[in-house]
């Protein structure tokens, strides 16, 4: 018997294990096509290769029907096999089986977030597996979003992902948030390829951050709460003023996600969204991007107070004042986030405008 495992993503980066067969022709009918690439192996040894996820155009379908149609032969974990390396596998194997459901919305992303969880299946309990579900989303989408979003190119290098060469890649940490480790080689800028490096990276998905300004009183919100961050660095005080934020879930889109986060965080209706930057906070270890906006709304003091999801151990405190007090806030340094430094300056810029419509 013959296991087939379908898996798509990271096409520039996928290979075929030595020794092991590939092909685009014979492929069953189920993929009707689609398949850019298989991975085979023989089933008695269950060596079932999936480091690396193979580009496929999954269609009305679904990639989860692909994957269910394709992955039925393969056995349950552990029916019928000793406890062993090929018992293992198939515990593997079926971990990725049964994560693989792409929720409404999020279609073309679920063949992201099986590439994920084939790299940590096997070494990360299913049920470790199923509770990271919602970040392993997150961060599928965010790949899809970094595929697609505008990326001009009018004094840097015209150069896009072909120029990087990817020969390994692995996950030596994956809890709700991953660090994903490579070894590759990028073109310098005398156009040849540089000595293969090692490079390692924290993947935390994309989010949405949002200062709340009603512009008729001239007043912003702000947040506060305890930061892990500032508290690593020793920082005297881990409590930040930041704005509003949170991650971009699955299907969801930054616009739809900084509304929610308003209203989880601060029980607040945005009536608008002005787009202030679409960027990354710390390109050189971190795949974090940030859609940072200031949201039109009607404030006053009676929205102070503590807030945020239990669920999530939140513990978030409001703050209304007024404009001014926020701009010596960033000027004193107290106001040391930099995503709310780069809202305020953008704001300090634009703010009569805003008020003239108000």
């Not at 022709?25 to 008695?44: I, N, Q, S, Y």
């Not at 690593?232 to 739809?256: C, F, K, M, N, V």
């Not at 010596?328 to 106001?335: D, H, K, P, Q, T």
Request: net charge negative.
């Amino acid at each position: 018997m013959t296991a087939l495992l379908l898996l798509e993503g990271f096409a520039d980066a996928a290979r075929m294990p030595p020794g092991l067969p590939g092909a685009k022709g014979g492929v069953p009918h189920v993929l009707d096509g689609r398949a850019g690439l298989l991975f085979v192996a023989p089933a008695p040894a269950l060596r079932a290769w999936v480091e690396y996820v193979v580009e496929v155009l999954a269609g009305e379908s679904g990639l989860e029907a692909v994957m269910r149609d394709i992955a039925a032969p393969l056995p349950e974990a552990g029916e019928g096999l000793e406890p062993g390396p090929a018992r293992k596998e198939a515990e593997r194997l079926r971990a990725v089986r049964c994560l693989a459901y792409t929720p409404p919305g999020m279609e073309r992303a679920g063949a992201l977030v099986i590439g994920e969880i084939a790299l940590c299946a096997g070494r990360v309990p299913e049920k470790a597996l199923r509770s990271r579900l919602g970040m392993v989303r997150t961060r599928a989408a965010a790949r899809l979003r970094g595929r697609e979003h505008p990326a001009p190119a009018s004094l840097r290098r015209d150069w896009g992902r072909e120029a990087v060469r990817q020969s390994a890649r692995r996950l030596p940490w994956a809890g709700f948030f991953t660090v994903e480790q490579s070894e590759l080689c990028f073109r310098r800028f005398d156009g040849t390829m540089s000595a293969p490096v090692e490079r390692a990276g924290f993947v935390s998905g994309d989010a949405a951050l949002v200062l709340p300004y009603d512009p008729a009183r001239d007043l912003v919100l702000l947040i506060e709460q305890f930061r892990y961050g500032p508290f690593l660095r020793h920082d005297a005080r881990p409590w930040t003023l930041e704005p509003i934020a949170g991650r971009i879930d699955g299907g969801e889109s930054p616009e739809e996600a900084a509304r929610r986060e308003a209203r989880e965080e601060a029980g607040l209706e945005l009536e608008g969204l002005e787009l202030v930057s679409a960027s990354y906070p710390s390109p050189g270890a971190n795949s974090e991007f940030f859609y940072c906006y200031v949201g039109i709304a009607s404030l006053d003091a009676s929205m102070q107070g503590v807030g945020g999801l239990e669920t999530e151990a939140e513990d978030i405190r409001s703050h209304v004042i007024p404009f001014e007090r926020l701009m010596e806030l960033v000027s004193s340094g107290e106001a040391n986030c930099g995503p709310l430094v780069l809202l305020v300056l953008w704001l300090r810029l634009n703010r009569p405008r805003l008020r003239g419509c108000a």
